[in-house]
């Protein structure tokens, strides 16, 4: 049996390598290693899959949301909305551009923003939600945008972890990622559509946001050497977009990967007492960037140090809510309590999840927790 890893791109690569070495070296051939042709490929396959009107690459999925915020001119102070549950990228950009993060639980059961938790934080000086597609599902979306419609607020979805994901908005099955004003992802090797390196986009179909985020990554210019607004530089450069876009083309029979997988280890573990497998919220679908278990009863590092025992990686993400990281104290209450996600920082635990898993893996995972539940 092959080894077990959480993610396998050694084998995905193999699998797609006659096309990927392809496009690779027609970079090289080309040598035009910035914007080069299959960055506006890219962008354009991506729209079209995303049903979206613009898309803007940047370097990274951290650029890509601190982009997003830069745009909507916000000022000093004004406070932002997100989870207390995600990638600390989420909550470390407000904070970079010196706007105030409000952190609230997320529901135990999907792992994505309390809505009337978002509701009650709301003051005179929000100006945007950023929800968190956690694990591959969307967020309470439907909720989220009537929320921000009623209180003129701004919605910057974070869908690093949830590209290629349907969701069922006003009854039109939509892509994650472009219901708020502006989506942003990341094309980190491990994530659902990855690179071989850094990469990351922002999505909207407002033309004026688009147009803005097009100058901000371009150190904030339309033409060369003349500036209009404080910029970054931040690019996806050719040779990813090369990548992901022979990637692109698979994205759908990746995530249908995952959810076979899904589907394997909900129907073995959905019997065991001590677990819960994860829950579907009804109007997302689950693309499963991670498929995580609650564990009870205290056992989460036990269960851990079992599978490790038996081969098997497991990860816990994540451990530490971001209410409860140094980082952030400056801008907490002490004893603001986040009851939800810090149970959860206990209780899960992600099991190997990738486009590559065997039903031999599959099956030796799901016989050795089945195991350790037995003792
Ligand atoms: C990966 C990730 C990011 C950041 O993406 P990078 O490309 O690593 O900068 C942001 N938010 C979430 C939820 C993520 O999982």
Request: a negative charge; proline letters at 3%.
């Amino acid at each position: 049996m092959k080894q077990h890893r959480m993610v396998d791109l050694k084998s995905q690569y193999r699998r797609l390598q006659p096309e990927l070495d392809k496009a690779m070296a027609e970079v090289l051939e080309h040598t035009a290693f910035i914007n080069g042709p299959a960055v506006k490929s890219f962008q354009k396959n991506l729209e079209d899959y995303l049903n979206v009107k613009h898309v803007i690459p940047c370097a990274n999925g951290t650029d890509a949301l601190q982009i997003a915020l830069m745009a909507l001119d916000l000022q000093p102070g004004d406070e932002v909305i997100t989870s207390t549950f995600t990638f600390i990228a989420t909550v470390e950009v407000i904070a970079l551009l010196r706007l105030k993060p409000v952190l609230v639980d997320v529901n135990p059961n999907t792992f994505t923003l309390l809505t009337e938790q978002v509701e009650q934080a709301i003051t005179s000086k929000t100006k945007a939600i950023i929800p968190v597609h956690l694990f591959g599902q969307g967020a309470d979306m439907n909720a989220l945008m009537s929320i921000a419609e009623d209180n003129n607020l701004y919605i910057v979805e974070d869908t690093a972890q949830a590209i290629g994901c349907d969701y069922m908005h006003k009854g039109i099955t939509t892509k994650l990622g472009t219901i708020g004003n502006i989506g942003c992802t990341s094309f980190f090797p491990s994530k659902n559509l990855g690179c071989f390196g850094d990469g990351g986009a922002c999505f909207t179909n407002n033309d004026q946001l688009a147009e803005k985020m097009r100058m901000i990554i371009n150190h904030g210019s339309k033409q060369k050497y003349y500036h209009e607004v404080i910029g970054v530089n931040s690019r996806l450069d050719t040779l990813q977009a090369a990548v992901l876009d022979v990637k692109l083309k698979q994205l759908d029979d990746f995530n249908f990967r995952r959810q076979d997988a899904a589907s394997y280890y909900d129907k073995e573990l959905s019997d065991i007492d001590g677990l819960e497998i994860p829950k579907r919220d009804k109007h997302s679908k689950h693309i499963f960037h991670q498929y995580t278990l609650k564990i009870k009863d205290g056992k989460r590092d036990e269960l851990q140090a079992f599978l490790k025992e038996n081969n098997i990686p497991s990860m816990v993400y994540y451990p530490v809510s971001l209410h409860q990281q140094e980082a952030f104290s400056s801008y907490q209450d002490a004893n603001k309590s986040l009851p939800n996600s810090e149970a959860l920082s206990h209780e899960v635990l992600s099991l190997p999840m990738h486009t590559e898993m065997t039903e031999e893996q599959l099956q030796d995972i799901t016989l050795t927790i089945k195991s350790f539940f037995k003792q």
